[in-house]
Nanobody, 126 residues
């Protein structure tokens, strides 16, 4: 089992920035490609970004590309999500997730995630 705990959410004005963190603990798998998702009220959960186990490859949804940056510190078992130029439409609960199957690219498309955090609320006011 892997436990994921997100932090760093909050209320920010449009144009502002937040940095989310996702700390992982528990079982360590050989592969742990990580992703960030979000779910706005009344909407389905949306894939927003992913990063490979090594941190060498990153993937973004078009809605956040150029504004958000995913990164990781494997020594700290932590993934980060720097969000800049936030807009009201970015308001959502943000979740991190872990894909532990090696050799699959499904995680780059928001699929194949095995473990999920509880989420952290991000609210952007206009």
């Amino acid at each position: 089992q892997v436990q994921l705990v997100e932090s760093g959410g909050g209320l920010v004005q449009a144009g502002g920035s937040l940095r989310l963190s996702c700390a992982a603990s528990g079982r360590i798998y050989r592969c742990n490609n990580m992703g960030w998702f979000r779910q706005a009220p009344g909407k389905e959960r949306e894939f927003v970004a992913a990063i490979s186990s090594s941190g060498g490859s990153t993937y973004y949804a078009s809605s956040v590309k150029g504004r958000f940056t995913i990164s990781r510190d494997n020594a700290k078992n932590t993934v980060y999500f720097q969000m800049n130029s936030l807009q009201p439409e970015d308001t959502a609960v943000y979740y991190c997730a872990d894909a532990v199957i090696c050799g699959s690219s499904a995680y780059t498309r928001g699929q194949g995630y095995d473990y999920w955090g509880q989420g952290t609320q991000v609210t952007v006011s206009s």
